[in-house]
């Protein structure tokens, strides 16, 4: 972050610019995760009181979250999770790796977060084959990849296990991608998730939703009066870090007819 704000990263060398040389010790400013990695170390100094109930009922648009203590908290970046089933799946799939997790226990719940920021969300993933008929897209593999982890679908199991809550969001540094509005709705959603008849329910509604770096800054200033000195000061630097991000965004991120992607349903 310092390295960014104050222009202390160096420059990259030509080889390294035109991408035939890959240097980890130099910052990219085109990195999403150095964006998701300073969002993630900043957040998870502050009291989540005052800020996780905030951005998740911004990002739906609706009080759905209660402030509360939290038990047994998670806020992890990159998390591997396991394959999606073959006997629901028309093709091979590898594991997903959700940009960031958070969950706790008081009602157990589960959020992916999909972050993006200098590029558009892939209309393809690895080992996705649109050919079967159904969507490949980042955020429609985040979702029924979670709704599988989170106990949605109807397996063979000896007992019935109550589904963990379970919500999605995109975030971005602007809003508006027609993904999340096509996958709010449920029957466009049930028709791009294969084998949708095994899903027990769905989570309560809405359960996919979008955020920008507006928002969060929006939060942190809204709450800053509850932060410590300590929590402010962080509170400031990525505010600071967020401004600057959204200021250098690449032209390149404007939002690419994704609604091409896939036109079913």
Same mark, same amino acid.
């Given at each position: 972050?310092?390295?960014?704000?104050?222009?202390?990263?160096?420059?990259?060398?030509?080889?390294?610019?035109?991408?035939?040389?890959?240097?980890?010790?130099?910052?990219?400013?085109?990195?999403?995760?150095?964006?998701?990695?300073?969002?993630?170390?900043?957040?998870?100094?502050?009291?989540?009181?005052?800020?996780?109930?905030?951005?998740?009922? /911004?990002?739906?648009?609706?009080?759905?979250?209660?402030?509360?203590?939290?038990?047994?908290?998670?806020?992890?970046?990159?998390?591997?999770?396991?394959?999606?089933?073959?006997?629901?799946?028309?093709?091979?799939?590898?594991?997903?790796?959700?940009?960031?997790?958070?969950?706790?226990?008081?009602?157990?719940?589960?959020?992916?977060?999909?972050?993006?920021?200098?590029?558009?969300?892939?209309?393809?993933?690895?080992?996705?084959?649109?050919?079967?008929?159904?969507?490949?897209?980042?955020?429609?593999?985040?979702?029924?990849?979670?709704?599988?982890?989170? /106990?949605?679908?109807?397996?063979?199991?000896?007992?019935?296990?109550?589904?963990?809550?379970?919500?999605?969001?995109?975030?971005?540094?602007?809003? /508006?991608?027609?993904?999340?509005?096509?996958?709010?709705?449920?029957?466009?959603?049930?028709?791009?998730?294969?084998?949708?008849?095994?899903?027990?329910?769905?989570?309560?509604?809405?359960?996919? /939703?979008?955020?920008?770096?507006?928002?969060?800054?929006?939060?942190?200033?809204?709450?800053?009066?509850?932060?410590?000195?300590?929590?402010?000061?962080?509170?400031?630097?990525?505010?600071?870090?967020?401004?600057?991000?959204?200021?250098?965004?690449?032209?390149?991120?404007?939002?690419?007819?994704?609604?091409?992607?896939?036109?079913?349903?």
């Amino acid at each position: 972050m310092l390295a960014e704000l104050h222009n202390k990263a160096g420059s990259l060398c030509e080889p390294a610019r035109s991408g035939q040389l890959r240097c980890p010790l130099i910052v990219r400013g085109s990195s999403e995760d150095v964006v998701t990695d300073h969002i993630v170390v900043t957040l998870r100094l502050l009291n989540p009181r005052w800020w996780l109930a905030d951005l998740l009922n /911004g990002a739906l648009g609706t009080n759905r979250f209660d402030r509360q203590f939290y038990r047994r908290l998670r806020i992890e970046p990159w998390c591997n999770q396991a394959k999606y089933p073959r006997e629901l799946l028309p093709y091979d799939e590898g594991s997903t790796q959700v940009d960031c997790l958070l969950s706790w226990a008081n009602p157990p719940t589960t959020v992916y977060i999909e972050a993006k920021y200098g590029s558009n969300l892939s209309a393809s993933t690895a080992n996705g084959d649109a050919s079967q008929g159904y969507p490949t897209d980042q955020l429609i593999r985040n979702i029924r990849v979670g709704l599988h982890a989170c /106990g949605y679908f109807q397996d063979d199991a000896l007992f019935d296990l109550t589904p963990r809550d379970f919500v999605v969001v995109l975030l971005s540094p602007i809003k /508006g991608h027609p993904l999340v509005r096509r996958y709010r709705d449920e029957s466009l959603l049930r028709a791009a998730i294969p084998h949708s008849d095994r899903l027990i329910t769905l989570p309560r509604s809405p359960f996919i /939703g979008e955020l920008d770096y507006a928002d969060i800054i929006a939060v942190l200033r809204r709450q800053a009066k509850f932060f410590t000195r300590p929590e402010r000061t962080a509170a400031e630097m990525l505010i600071a870090y967020l401004q600057f991000k959204r200021r250098h965004m690449p032209s390149s991120r404007a939002h690419q007819k994704p609604l091409d992607l896939w036109e079913g349903g």
